[in-house]
Every structure is written in structure tokens, then in C-alpha cells.
T-cell receptor
Framework: GDSVTQMEGPVTLSEEAFLTINCTYT??????LFWYVQYPGEGLQLLLK?????DKGSNKGFEATYRKETTSFHLEKGSVQVSDSAVYFC????????????FGGGTRLMVKP | DTAVSQTPKYLVTQMGNDKSIKCEQN?????MYWYKQDSKKFLKIMFS???????INETVPNRFSPKSPDKAHLNLHINSLELGDSAVYFC???????????FGQGTRLTVV
């Protein structure tokens, strides 16, 4: 079945540092890929998505590129802020009606001032 | 207006009790889900409903039963609660395919 693997955390960075959170997937066909963010005590929010190979999703300074050849969707940000501290989830979904989102294990990011 | 709303936000109950968590979405989505998030933040799909029909039922105990009175609601009923059921439960909805899912705020269930 489909699966998503992401780097274990926590990832601890100083403010303005460069962020990379690795995500790789195993799936048949051409799934859509997502990054979700969960702030403390809240539900998950979509951060960005990409629906086909070589697409780049971007939002709030975060970016991720759908790499079919390496089955990866790494999340990057050039300069993190304290307010970016959260848990980040990589996920995939097959493009069929009703299909579930399969999530990676989540990566906690802690940004220090 | 909250897109996906769950009630209650917190639920503390004793072992052996029966409880329900309600979920409503006002987005017109035709697919709804229940996820369980454990203490390590791992998210596990429990149920998926598409147009009121159960289409995915992962290997969860049959003490858990989803109930969908209409397309906008997917409630979760749990019988004979156990300590291991303590977790945060999230409801979500989407149009399916490559669209994003919208999540509720979660229900933190604590079984004592």
C-alpha cells in the first residue's frame, strides 16, 4: 500500500535559519502530495500541495517540489521564524473519489529566538 | 463560520463507558474522514465516508462505529471505552481526488 516517510524530529533551528524537512513516498501511479502544519492544540491546516510531477507548491515562504524520479517532496523555507514552530506532516492521496490522505509520522520544528 | 466543527473538544470518561463525538462540515464536501492521532502525533485513518457510504474501514475495533445521518455529518460512536482509546480524534472532509482536506479542531479523549 501507499506510504509516506519523513525525517524524525525534533528539528531545532535558530530564527532566520534555513529549513529542510525531508519527505519520500511509496505509491502507485501519480498521487497528489501535500504538506500540512499543526500548531499546538489545533487541527491540521494545509500548507501547500502539488498535484503532478515537477509542480512546485508554495505558501508563506515554504516551498516543496514534486520529484517523481526520487519520489520526494521535501519542504524548504529560506528563513524560519519563531512562529513557524509546529508539527509538519507530509501526505499523499490517490486521485480517486473518496481516497484517504496517507500521512507521514510528522516532524516537530522548534525555532529559537 | 467554522468549516469543520467537532464536539466536544475535550472528553474525559471512565473505562467501559460509551461515548460519541460529533462532526459537521458546511463545505458541501462529499467525503468525510475520522483520524486518530496518538501521543507521538502519528495520524491513523479510521474511517472514510463518501456520499454516505463507508468506503474505507481500517482495522479498528468494532467498538468504534461511524454514523452519517446525512452528507454534512459523520459522528463517531465508541462502545466500552478502553485506556488505549485515549488520543486526539480528528474529523476531516474534502471533495476527494487531489483536493485538500479540511480538518476539525480535534477531540481530546481521555479514558481513566
Amino acid at each position: 500500500g501507499d506510504s509516506v516517510t519523513q525525517m524524525e524530529g525534533p528539528v531545532t533551528l535558530s530564527e532566520e535559519a534555513f529549513l529542510t524537512i525531508n519527505c519520500t513516498y511509496t505509491a502507485t501511479g501519480y498521487p497528489s502530495l501535500f504538506w500540512y502544519v499543526q500548531y499546538p492544540g489545533e487541527g491540521l491546516q494545509l500548507l501547500l500541495k502539488a498535484t503532478k510531477a515537477d509542480d512546485k507548491g508554495s505558501n508563506k515562504g515554504f516551498e516543496a517540489t514534486y520529484r517523481k524520479e526520487t519520489t520526494s517532496f521535501h519542504l524548504e523555507k529560506g528563513s524560519v521564524q519563531v512562529s513557524d514552530s509546529a508539527v509538519y506532516f507530509c501526505a499523499l492521496s490517490q486521485n480517486n473519489a473518496g481516497n484517504m490522505l496517507t500521512f507521514g509520522g510528522g516532524t516537530r520544528l522548534m525555532v529559537k529566538p | 463560520d467554522t468549516a469543520v466543527s467537532q464536539t466536544p473538544k475535550y472528553l474525559v470518561t471512565q473505562m467501559g463507558n460509551d461515548k460519541s463525538i460529533k462532526c459537521e462540515q458546511n463545505l458541501g464536501h462529499d467525503t468525510m474522514y475520522w483520524y486518530k492521532q496518538d501521543s507521538k502525533k502519528f495520524l491513523k485513518i479510521m474511517f472514510s465516508y463518501n456520499n454516505k457510504e463507508l468506503i474505507i474501514n481500517e482495522t479498528v475495533p468494532n467498538r468504534f462505529s461511524p454514523k452519517s445521518p446525512d452528507k454534512a455529518h459523520l459522528n463517531l460512536h465508541i462502545n466500552s471505552l478502553e485506556l488505549g482509546d485515549s488520543a486526539v480524534y480528528f474529523c476531516a472532509s474534502r471533495f476527494g481526488g487531489n483536493t485538500e482536506a479540511f480538518f476539525g479542531q480535534g477531540t481530546r479523549l481521555t479514558v481513566v
